[in-house]
């Protein structure tokens, strides 16, 4: 005999004493009877071997899992194992719980589970009194019509302090973890049986609109779902049809976290682990690939079309999607866990500066103040970190060139979407397998300045290519804008050195500095707050260089105590340009620190 505990997802709970061998699953003549899809007709054996219990998975299509780990056999038992058999957790009975539940009927009269229970006599008898019950022996039977004791063996005590609530409460999270993995496994085969179902079937697959696509591979996962019989409820079986399909066709389950408005990130550490950005704030999301397979499907379905590519020689790719989303893709060797993929989601609504101001990114004056500063074809750098809202500030600055002038964009992955009618957009390219055909950044600055540009954005230099940028600003191509990865504007100047130098070593820090100092007229710095709120937290101006040093003034500073912009008291040298005509809101904003 084998005395065990079983909880079930919905908090039901059963104990009993069952006949070993115990077969338990589907079946009406199995010891213990589940029915719930997740278990199998026949689904898991325990036998009793020298050393123990033991327990074998006889079969089943979903598994046993012991301590949260798929098993075929395993053995022999501990006090401490839990065993997960779809929506049920077993474990071997304690002499604590069996205590509890002998004081639980004695006490209050609680209806048990009918079944036999074993206990070890006390050496010595304790009288009766509150807060303890005695039995005058020791193998007793609980039953659950009369909830009465009947009472055979040696004399036995039972103390109060052994109804501890604990000793009843299995690890919630298994029989959770174990409704995912059940899932997961269940989507796993029928997007195998999909893929065999059209290769059998001969589907020309690229002939098919993605429509008659879907509808095709809806069928053939209806189909095979049917044939396994399983008791799925309608609202189940809908989400498991939709999760292979997407998953087989589309881009699995981050295509209703595309549609959400709300998420701004979608972060795919690996198959079973995603996280979003909603609201600035990072969270895991319940969602989950059935397989790695599925997650490198995903990737491949978005960067090929693209004529990107991505595999084991070449292990990263930047792409994006058609909606203008932006994906960051990175497989292994390089990723350790598994493929991952990261992605950026732009707003469909493009915002303006009216709705910087709103959102308090920065303040009316300073909007102004920066709308003027491109009108009159100043160059500016914006510098931030990762997710800071460089690229929006960037296509707002852009918004402001006049209509009459040709602007060329240039970025490694396109995604500047500038409200401008003269637009002309590069996008760097990636070598094809055989090492040949890559254009690079640079090869497109170069190639810009033969375009006829008023005007070059650069949506982020990163390397060698500030040079070719620096250049362009310094003859005749005033008013560019860039974007960069630093900490602070006095860190933007000094990355940007260094990315000069990794292209020219040959070049003298003196000359580099030169360049920077009458190129560039202004620099942004923009943050990610703690609590998810992008603003402006500096603005720099640079007025030349004095000892080999480029100098710089700061105009504005982010004040943390009252959590806004605010002037430094200086006045902008670019206020001496008679083109500058500052109004006295602007000019005291400044001045008024």
Request: net charge neutral; with cysteine; proline share 5%.
């Given at each position: ?81 839990e065993i997960v058999v779809g929506p049920c957790l077993l ?228 792409a994006r999607l058609p909606n203008g989303s932006r994906l ?22 493009r915002l303006q500066m009216p709705d910087l101001i709103a ?235």
């Open positions: 005999m084998i005395e065990l505990d079983l909880f079930f997802e919905d908090g039901t709970r059963r104990h009993g004493r069952f006949e070993i061998p115990l077969v338990m699953g589907r079946a009406p003549d199995c010891g213990i009877q589940v029915s719930h899809w997740r278990v199998a007709r026949q689904h898991l054996r325990i036998s009793r071997a020298e050393d123990g219990y033991h327990v074998d998975d006889l079969g089943s299509i979903l598994g046993t899992r012991v301590n949260g780990n798929r098993i075929t056999r395993y053995g022999p038992l501990k006090k401490s194992d474990r071997l009975a304690s002499q604590a719980a069996q205590a509890a539940a002998i004081k639980s009927v004695c006490s209050e009269g609680t209806p048990a589970e009918l079944g036999r229970l074993q206990l070890q006599p006390e050496p010595n008898r304790v009288a009766p009194e509150s807060g303890s019950f005695v039995f005058e022996k020791g193998v007793f039977a609980l039953s659950a019509r009369t909830a009465t004791v009947e009472v055979t063996g040696a004399p036995l005590a039972v103390q109060t302090s052994l109804n501890d609530p604990k000793v009843f409460e299995p690890k919630a999270e298994l029989l959770s973890e174990s409704a995912d993995l059940a899932q997961q496994e269940l989507r796993q085969e029928l997007r195998a049986g999909l893929i065999q179902a059209f290769d059998l079937r001969r589907n020309d697959v690229g002939a098919l609109s993605e429509g008659t696509l879907k509808a095709h591979a809806l069928t053939c996962v209806t189909e095979l779902l049917d044939k396994r019989r399983l008791p799925l409820s309608e609202a189940q079986r809908s989400k498991i049809l939709k999760l292979v399909v997407d998953e087989a066709i589309g881009l699995g389950v981050i295509e209703e976290l595309l549609e959400d408005a709300a998420v701004t990130e979608i972060m795919v550490n690996r198959f079973d682990e995603i996280y979003v950005e909603a609201g600035g704030q990072i969270s895991k999301h319940v969602l989950q690939f059935s397989s790695e397979q599925a997650v490198r499907s995903v990737i491949e379905r978005i960067v090929f079309p693209l004529g990107r590519r991505i595999d084991e020689a070449s292990p990263m790719v930047d960051n893709a990175v497989l292994p060797p390089v990723s350790v866990k598994g493929a991952s993929f990261t992605i950026r989601k732009f707003p469909q609504k959102l308090q990114a920065l303040p009316a004056p300073l909007a102004e103040f920066l709308r003027l500063c491109v009108e009159r074809r100043q160059n500016i750098l914006v510098s931030g970190g990762t997710g800071s809202g460089k690229t929006t500030l960037l296509n707002v600055l852009a918004g402001f060139v006049d209509p009459a002038q040709r602007i060329v964009t240039i970025e490694d992955c396109a995604e500047l979407l500038i409200a401008h009618p003269h637009v002309v957009t590069l996008e760097a390219r990636q070598a094809n397998s055989e090492g040949q055909g890559a254009v690079t950044i640079r090869d497109l600055v170069k190639n810009a300045l033969r375009m006829r540009p008023d005007r070059i954005v650069i949506g982020e230099v990163r390397s060698a290519e500030a040079i070719d940028m620096l250049a362009a600003m310094n003859t005749g191509h005033d008013g560019s804008i860039t974007t960069l990865h630093a900490n602070s504007p006095r860190d933007a100047l000094s990355r940007l050195e260094t990315m000069v130098l990794s292209g020219n070593a040959g070049l003298p820090l003196q000359a580099i500095r030169e360049q920077i100092g009458s190129a560039l007229k202004l620099i942004v710095q923009q943050t990610r707050l703690p609590n998810g709120r992008r603003v402006i937290t500096g603005v720099a101006e640079i007025s030349g260089i004095e000892s080999g040093t480029i100098q710089t003034q700061q105009l504005a500073r982010f004040d943390v105590s009252r959590q806004r912009l605010t002037g430094t008291g200086l006045r902008p040298s670019v206020f001496d340009d008679a083109r500058m005509q500052p109004d006295s809101a602007m000019m005291n904003w400044f001045l008024h620190a």
